[in-house]
């Protein structure tokens, strides 16, 4: 009996883990972090599929625009707080600079020169 009460228990309290959001903890997601600064999208897609994911992110958490790393300048980049990242799962069997996206060159040579000390990326 008291084996089943404890896998109970345990069954009821990990299951609120999935629950929806109360009302009132809804109000508590403007004191994260990610809505108190400087966010912003970036993406680079070969089918699409990755740039319509980042306006789903974008349109989640509030963000009115997201951004292509290919077009993206340093600056953009740096002057932000935070920085959501949206890269392909595509592989093209290279040994380096594999997804064949901007990625691939922004990861290699811009990266490295950028300061992002202290970004939550």
């Known amino acids: 009996m008291k084996l089943f009460a404890a896998i109970a228990a345990a069954s009821i309290s990990s299951s609120l883990a999935f629950a929806p959001l109360a009302a009132s903890n809804a109000r508590s997601l403007t004191a994260t972090a990610l809505y108190a600064n400087k966010v912003g999208i970036f993406f680079s897609t070969q089918t699409g599929n990755t740039e319509t994911v980042a306006g789903y992110i974008a349109k989640a958490v509030g963000i009115s625009q997201v951004n292509d790393i290919g077009d993206a300048t340093d600056a953009d980049v740096t002057s932000l707080d935070s920085i959501i990242v949206g890269a392909p799962t ?27 000390a202290g970004k939550n990326v």
């Open 90 to 116: 595509w592989h093209t069997d290279s040994e380096s600079e594999r997804s064949g996206t901007e990625w691939d060159s922004w990861l290699y040579n811009t990266l490295p020169n950028l300061d992002i």
